[in-house]
């Protein structure tokens, strides 16, 4: 008999919520953080239908809605024009909350739940999957344990060494880019975002809640090399749309690369990949997160209708969630290529696309696919 039914590593909001929904029916589980502490990074802001619905299964969407922002819609803009003006419906919301709150909420809903906390301080070193149990080596703060389980989630995180370590092979998806963001004070950020298309490359402006906006540079454009300073970054959003904002200091901007892969199974005998361990999807069009947490709900499905101790049949669970990823990738290569600096020429006809994707007829469906609608 294993220590544990489920045994999951990483506590990022994609194990945590896989961890609630297994521990609201009763499963077994146990979750190994490495760190100590809470993740203090903001990355994750957007929640979209599918990643509110699973917060719903999950017990915590109130907790969340009381939280965040409701966003009312967005603007595209290019040259000092308006392409297009999307408003998003009540069934399909945009909610706007930085991950580290909702990594809060996510821990003190595990708390609440029968079966403890996170063991946090536990970086998991080796698996071993012996055909009816995994068997799962971590250091900790005192002696290395070792514990077995029916199975076993790795969701550690896009840089995922045990990934590696179990030779799934970690395939480059199209897609790739440099850019910035600071999060500054704005007492007028309002409740709409705004996306410059920009020939120098993208600008987004995105308000967050307690009056706050999130703004996003494209960084591999002319008259950027080098290290992205507050000055430069200030400087790069104004001359590309006329907006200066004001950044205090400490609110100095964070550079990301982007880039899109994709593990060519998310499943290895008793042991699966979840979250950004399984597919590194873009920010540009904020999936990431949401799409983790719809794997979850479907792996969590999936778990609760197989006997306890049995291992689920997983190959549909696996070929639907790459097929998710696949597509989710698709789409955030073109809203990086909505972004990419371009000369004047190709300007124009990116803008008339934008134009047609935003225009009565198309409104509709561009906005489903903004909110991650079909994955
Ligand atoms: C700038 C930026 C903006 C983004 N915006 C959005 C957005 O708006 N919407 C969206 O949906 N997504 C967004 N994302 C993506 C989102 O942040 C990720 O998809 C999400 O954090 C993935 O969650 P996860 O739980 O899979 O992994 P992570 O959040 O990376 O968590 C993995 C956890 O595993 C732990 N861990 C690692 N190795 C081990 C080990 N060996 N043993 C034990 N624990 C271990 C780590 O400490 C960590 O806590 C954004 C990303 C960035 C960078």
Known sequence: MPDHDVLIVGAGPVGMLLACLLRQDGVNVAILERRVDADARTRAIGIHRPGLDALDAAGLGQAVRAEALVLDGGDVVSRGRTLASLTFSEDRPVLV???????????????????????????????????????????????????????????????????????????????????????????????????????????????LPGGRRRWVVRTDAPGMDGTVTADRFRHAIETRTGVRPRLAPGEDPTSFTVAQHAARSFVRGRIVLLGDAAHETSPIGGQGMNLGWLDAVRLAAEILSTRPGRMPELAGWDRRARRSAGAAQRRSLFYMAMGAPVPPAAARARESLIRTLGARPLRRATAGLITMRGL
């Open 97 to 207: 909350l930085p991950q580290h709150r909702t990594d809060a909420l996510l821990r003190r809903r595990l708390e609440e739940l029968p079966g403890g906390g996170i063991l946090e301080g536990r970086t998991v070193t080796g698996l071993r999957d012996a055909g009816d149990e995994v068997t799962v080596v971590a250091d900790g703060p005192e002696a290395p344990t070792r514990q077995t389980a029916g199975m076993v989630v790795v969701a550690d995180g896009v840089h995922s060494p045990l990934r590696a370590s179990l030779g799934i092979r970690w395939r480059r998806r199209p897609g790739s880019g440099a850019y910035a963001m600071a999060d500054i004070d704005d007492a007028e950020a309002g409740r709409r975002a705004t996306l410059f298309c920009e020939p120098g490359g993208l600008v987004e402006s995105f308000p």
